[in-house]
């Protein structure tokens, strides 16, 4: 038979039910000849290991608040030096430091267990600058708090270490009903100012983090338009003015060679039109903004090499940007399916769920797609990401892929204006 062993803190109420219930009983035990069971010590492991703790109060916050005081007292008045924000940047690392020290105290002696906050690294991502790094330490929340800490600490520091020291010498029978209740309150001290406020310093790095993939993308897309203008159109509208200015010579020395380099000229003009085309359908295609998801994914999926059946339920239509950002998504992916899965046929599905939209793209190729090869499928996570959507990818080798994204619906704002307008 299985002995079932009780959870601490049914143990410990067991034992006191049976203390109360059974004091009859010990006196019959006692009377056959048992020994009573001894009552537990007030002096027990955790007692002393508060009594340490408040003991060690004084010289902890004698040196938090003399840091606290030299970096406050030091940094911020210097800030209207140049030395001012670099010298308050490296006094709030710091001040993470000894929160971090003082969170492990209370771990090992007051048994509080908090979670470490978010680490702060000097740069969110690598198109941030010294300056920038600098001010996101000046701005660094933790060790802003961790400052407070150690100012109010100090006076509760001297008032824990006198009366655990008083009590120790005149007040011993009362000493761990008093050493239980100062440390509590410095329980309630580092939940209070040495957590992470409900993830809120997470969210805020994850937020920045963010901002920061979104300049990098507005970035590279700046890049590629003006390499396809450069090497594109630009450089066939060159060989056209080229063209037309030989003709124009040619005109009337040599009237057919003239002719048929003007037609020579009306492909090319035909040519850099299309790719001009091709270019502002990847900026913003015109199908999106005139007739919205549905149509244009039906224009991309059009395009593709494998036949793809495109199913939309949309009643209204999302913010613009949403708009955007899926229509570039699915036709990333459809990219991917012509170029590199070997699929036979493809399908699209879009939908919205609640205030979420929702993407499927599916295909029954090879398999084996994964946020972990290429760029392109890891850009796309960071892209939803950035605009606090998800993007998973299940992709087993021999398929099918099935790729969902979902995004963030909002509300187009015209029509916020006409039902304010209402």
């Keep these: 038979m299985t002995e079932r062993i009780p959870q601490p803190d049914a143990v410990d109420g067991r034992a006191d039910a049976s203390t109360r219930a059974g004091a009859g009983a010990a006196g019959a035990r006692a009377g056959a000849g048992e020994r009573p069971p001894s009552p537990r010590p007030a002096y027990d492991t955790r007692t002393w290991k508060e ?33 001012g924000f670099p010298l ?71 008032f824990t ?18 050493a239980r209740g100062l440390a509590n309150v410095d329980r309630a001290m580092v939940r209070g100012l040495l957590s992470p406020w409900d993830g809120l310093e997470r969210r805020i790095a994850e937020l920045e983090s963010d901002r920061g993939v979104v ?38 020395e040599d009237p057919d060679t003239a002719a048929t380099m003007v037609e020579e000229a009306h492909g090319e ?10 270019l502002a359908r990847g900026i913003h295609p015109a199908v999106l903004t005139d007739r919205g998801l549905d149509a244009a994914l039906s224009s991309v999926a059009s395009r593709c090499t494998v036949p793809v059946k495109v199913t939309a339920d949309l009643p209204e239509r999302p913010a613009e940007a949403i708009e955007g950002i899926a229509y570039f998504t699915v036709s990333e992916l459809l990219q991917n399916v ?23 793209v599916w295909d029954d190729g090879r398999g084996g797609a994964s946020l972990d090869r290429g760029t392109g499928m890891r850009g796309l996570a960071e892209r939803l990401g950035a605009v606090d959507g998800l993007f998973v990818v299940d992709s087993p080798e021999g398929g099918p892929t099935t790729v969902t994204a979902e995004l963030p619906w909002r509300e187009r704002e015209h029509a916020q204006e006409r039902t304010r307008g209402r």
């Design 215 to 252: 300049v990098d993308t507005a970035a590279a897309d700046l890049r590629r338009i003006e390499r396809d203008l450069h090497d594109g159109a630009q450089a066939r509208l060159v060989n056209l003015a080229m063209g037309l200015g030989l003709a124009k010579e040619k005109l009337l």
């Design 51 to 83: 009594i340490t703790h408040l003991l060690a109060n004084l010289p902890m916050s004698l040196i938090g608040f003399v840091y606290a005081a030299v970096v406050v007292f030091t940094g911020v008045p210097l800030t209207v030096t140049v030395i």
């Design 269 to 278: 003009v035909k040519l850099a039109l299309q790719e001009l085309r091709d």
């Design 338 to 360: 012509s170029k590199h899965s070997g699929a036979r046929s493809a399908a699209v599905d879009v939908w919205r769920s609640d205030e979420r939209l929702l993407i499927q």
């Design 161 to 178: 270490f006198a009366v655990t020291l008083v009590s120790l010498l005149v007040l011993w029978p009362v000493l761990p009903y008093i």
């Design 88 to 158: 308050l940047a490296v006094g709030l690392m710091g001040a993470r430091q000894l929160g971090r020290l003082e969170r492990a105290r209370a771990r090992a002696l007051l048994g509080v267990r908090v979670d470490e906050p978010s680490r702060m690294s000097w740069r969110r991502n690598r198109r941030d600058g010294v300056l920038s790094g600098i001010w996101l330490m000046v701005k660094d929340p933790v060790g802003w708090r961790t400052l407070l800490y150690d100012f109010i600490r100090l006076p509760w520091g001297v």
